[in-house]
Structure formats: structure tokens, C-alpha cells
């Protein structure tokens, strides 16, 4: 079963655009992470956020978590036609290892 | 350095026949796992190693689909007697250790059963 759910599943901007990428999961959890894919091949891992945490950056990405309503939110700012991919939220837990969980993914285009 | 590879990176196989989808995990990662990943759907979770022991298969679809490790490095996914929903992208990641949440991916297998 899908731990995270994205929000929403699929988005088209215009270039320059900020995008906001809505993540939702259901138990606790001790991390979160974002996935790029592109062109529905290997993922790329881009920004991890633990449990403790509130806000994180990394260049044109800003993760926040809030754990008392379970929901993470992405932001790529300034986006460019090479950040359209599909973006997944991952949850890590532990249970004997860390076990990682990901959602469906939010399709985004990016309109030169 | 190398990152994960996969082999073949398309199969093409009529119902009924055995696969073997291969797995090159990053040297020196411990931990490896297996996903599949149906057209325009997220990633299921199959199968994890540690070393070469799976304490994880509770992913795995069915008695057809089985996998092994050997030297704690290359993996192996094998699939008896295809059938038609068994056509996804099969994506292996590996781990440093345990410990560590970041996966790293390979490109993924394509298997597509006619």
C-alpha cells in the first residue's frame, strides 16, 4: 500500500513559475524524502527532511514537514522546462531496517 | 564512481517464459531493494537485502516472482511463467547501510510480456 500521497497529481507552469508539490501520509514517520523521475526510468534523490525538523532547503528547493498533520509540501522555485519530471514524497519508518515508502508521484510540466 | 546498473534495460517475453532481471548495486552498498513500477503509477516495494539475506519479502506478488543476492552485491529477480501484469518497470536501488534512507537508483528494467 502507498504510505504518501501526492497532491496534485499532475501540474503544468510556465516557465519562471514557482511549483508547490503537496505530500500527505498516514503513520509517523522519521524522515521524508523528494524523488525526481524522469521519463518514468531511475530516480533521483533530491532533499531529505527528518522528523525533528520543520523547513529545509537545498538551491531552488524548499521541503517543510509538519508532522501533526502528517502533510510535507515541496517548492521549486524560479522552474525551469529541465525540472519537468514526475516528484515523489518518500517516508522512511523503522521496522527492523529503514524501510522507505513512496506515494504515486505528481506529474509537473514545465512550459518553456 | 558507478551507480547502479541494470540488465537487460528492455525485455520483451511471451506469457508463460521465465525471466531474469539483473541488479548492480553501487560497490559497497549493503542494503538493496527491489520496485515495480506499472505505467503512470508509483513505486511498489518487492523485496529488500541486507548483505545477501532478504528480511523483507513482503512485497513480492507471488510464488512466481523470487530473488537472491549472492556476495552481497549482484541480485538477480526472477519471474516464472510471465503473465501480462507482470509488464511494469522493474527499478532496483541500493543503500549504504541500514542506517541510511537515501536510495540510489539504477535506470530500471522494462519488462514487457506479450
Known amino acids: 500500500s502507498q504510505q504518501g500521497e501526492e497532491d496534485p497529481q499532475a501540474l503544468s507552469i510556465q516557465e519562471g513559475e514557482n511549483a508547490t508539490m503537496n505530500c500527505s501520509y498516514k503513520t509517523s514517520i522519521n524522515n521524508l524524502q523528494w524523488y525526481r523521475q524522469n521519463s518514468g526510468r531511475g530516480l533521483v534523490h533530491l532533499i531529505l527532511?527528518?522528523?525533528?525538523?520543520r523547513e529545509k532547503h537545498s538551491g531552488r528547493l524548499r521541503v517543510t514537514l509538519d508532522t501533526s498533520k502528517k502533510s510535507s509540501s515541496l517548492l521549486i522555485t524560479a522552474s525551469r522546462a529541465a525540472d519537468t519530471a514526475s516528484y515523489f514524497c518518500?517516508?522512511?519508518?523503522?521496522?527492523?531496517?529503514?524501510?522507505?515508502?513512496f506515494g504515486i508521484g505528481t506529474k509537473l510540466q514545465v512550459i518553456p | 564512481g558507478a551507480g547502479v546498473s541494470q540488465s537487460p534495460s528492455n525485455k520483451v517475453t511471451e506469457k508463460g517464459k521465465d525471466v531474469e532481471l539483473r541488479c548492480d548495486p553501487i560497490?559497497?552498498?549493503?542494503?538493496l531493494y527491489w520496485y515495480r513500477q506499472s505505467l503512470g503509477q508509483g513505486l511498489e516495494f518487492l523485496i529488500y537485502?541486507?548483505?545477501?539475506?532478504?528480511?523483507?519479502k513482503s512485497g513480492l506478488p507471488s510464488d512466481r516472482f523470487s530473488a537472491e543476492r549472492t556476495g552481497g552485491s549482484v541480485s538477480t529477480l526472477t519471474i516464472q511463467r510471465t503473465q501480462q501484469e507482470d509488464s511494469a518497470v522493474y527499478l532496483c536501488?541500493?543503500?549504504?547501510?541500514?542506517?541510511?534512507?537515501?536510495?540510489?537508483f539504477g535506470p530500471g528494467t522494462r519488462l514487457t510480456v506479450t
Open positions: 536501488a541500493s543503500s549504504s547501510d541500514t542506517l541510511s534512507y537515501e536510495q540510489y
Open positions: 527532511i527528518r522528523s525533528n525538523e
Open positions: 518518500a517516508t522512511g519508518t523503522s521496522g527492523g531496517y529503514q524501510k522507505v515508502t
Open positions: 560497490s559497497g552498498h549493503t542494503a
Open positions: 537485502f541486507q548483505g545477501n539475506s532478504a528480511p523483507d
